[in-house]
DNA sequence: CGTCCGCTTTAACATAAGCTAACGGGCAGC
DNA sequence: GCTGCCCGTTAGCTTATGTTAAAGCGGACG
């Protein structure tokens, strides 16, 4: 199945999330590996990959490393709208819109492949899963937008970040990312603040409220959970959303 | 441009809407007119018409009359994650999840058509700028999706409720339905307040702050905005995510 | 014509979360 | 080995928002 030597397994994240998506032929497998190192890319920990405004005419597709979407009022107050994690898609479709209504940066080092538009419309003509993959990916990215509102709406603080903590961790695990109970959560408490909405003191507070309940360890950028069902109980985390029956 | 004798006008608002993403020839237009009176459908107010869990196989478009899209908590707190106005389509291509993730209720009557996923997808595939068209709805949602999270996230209640006013009426706009600076605004507050992660006495306490500052009048279900620059900027409303460019 | 009911409004009080400020620890660079 | 900087942490005080409760108000209905 491997056919590049270069790039050996450096899509394996995407190849798991899509067959946890729709499981993919051999073929369709195929044809998204072969696009994937023609449009290899890098890029360091904090950099701006795309702002607010800027055109698009691309589908990024992550390989390896954290990113996310946020958006800034003009005073500065900045809210982190969606972690994009290893094996997740930028913006498929995105450039029938012609420009991005939010800025995408980069948590940590990652790699990247950057399909151009021609291209991947070719891709989805000939490929039909494929296409209906990249559709679910977009799909999924609003289901977890929706639950994000509902998080920042209806959730307290304990909530919330619990809930944060019990998503990502289903998110990474499809594409292989955790590591029994724990995964790596490569992010300042400042980000996770901009995520749920809270300041940074009280997202300080409410980390340590989470590790004095012992539902979780977070240390070295390493987010261990206890009690998973514990934590997602105290989230009100509902399952269902992420739409992962197949991905086990 | 006008086929069919009993449903005269009624696509209107999909038609207009539609032109406004992308503009659609007279045959993509005369397509999607011919598909909806065969599902006509109404319902009355407070009719929940898909709950979360259930099965999706078909596109509805919302000929007139408001919805929203809501998700409850098991002890009962809803948040409102968006709202379907009149033109808006539910669900295209939410049948390649297969479930909803998200509960959707009328909040007026409402007459929609719908589209089984066979017919809808025999149309796209037939009809290039119209399939377009629907993918445009989609990522507006998304789009609309993201902006709800950073206004609970980030905007504090005066700002949140602004927005949200701001917001409906522009969406209103393109179909026609602002009259003057006037627009129908047919929920109640608790609805209001589940929308904008508000208490109800607290989502009134900012109602009639809007009021005393001079920038809507709201009254019988009708929203007045004095000022719209005003209220945008006490919004802090960036313009852009709603992509209406063409629709003026 | 009175009663019920859903919606809005007000009041009084409780509290979660914000803000400002300062400190500590680790790590990188000089 | 000192210095600076980023990040996490803690403290003390402020405030926006939630909660509970009750009253007003108008329409629907018998």
């Not at 950057?114 to 999924?140: N, P, S, V």
């Not at 507070?205 to 069902?229: F, Y």
Request: charged share 25%; glycine share 6%; hydrophobic share 45%.
């Amino acid at each position: 199945m491997r056919s590049h030597g270069t790039d050996g397994g450096v899509a394996q994240a995407v190849l798991r999330r899509f067959n946890a998506l729709r499981p993919l032929s051999d073929e369709d497998a195929a044809a998204l590996e072969h696009a994937i190192p023609e449009g290899l890319l890098r890029a360091g920990p904090g950099e701006d990959l795309i702002a607010e405004g800027d055109p698009v005419d691309s589908v990024r597709l992550v390989l390896s490393g954290w990113m996310f979407r946020h958006k800034t009022l003009e005073d500065g107050r900045r809210q982190i709208v969606n972690f994009i994690l290893p094996g997740e898609t930028c913006d498929a479709h995105a450039y029938l819109l012609s420009t991005m209504d939010h800025a995408i940066t980069t948590a940590t080092p990652v790699a990247y492949a950057e399909i151009k538009r021609a291209r991947f419309e070719l891709l989805m003509a000939a490929h039909r899963t494929l296409a209906e993959a990249f559709m679910c990916e977009t799909l999924l990215n609003s289901a977890i937008q929706r639950e994000w509102v509902i998080n920042l709406g209806r959730r307290a603080a304990f909530e919330r970040v619990a809930h944060l903590f019990c998503e990502i961790f289903e998110r990474l695990r499809p594409v292989g990312l955790v590591d029994g109970n724990s995964c790596a959560l490569p992010v300042t408490q400042t980000d996770l603040a901009d995520a749920t909405g809270l300041s940074v003191v009280h997202a300080n507070r409410t980390i340590q409220e989470l590790r004095a309940s012992g539902l979780i360890v977070l240390k070295d950028r390493t987010l261990t959970i206890r009690d998973l069902e514990a934590l997602k109980n105290a989230a009100m985390y509902s399952p269902g959303y992420l739409r992962l029956y197949r991905a086990k």
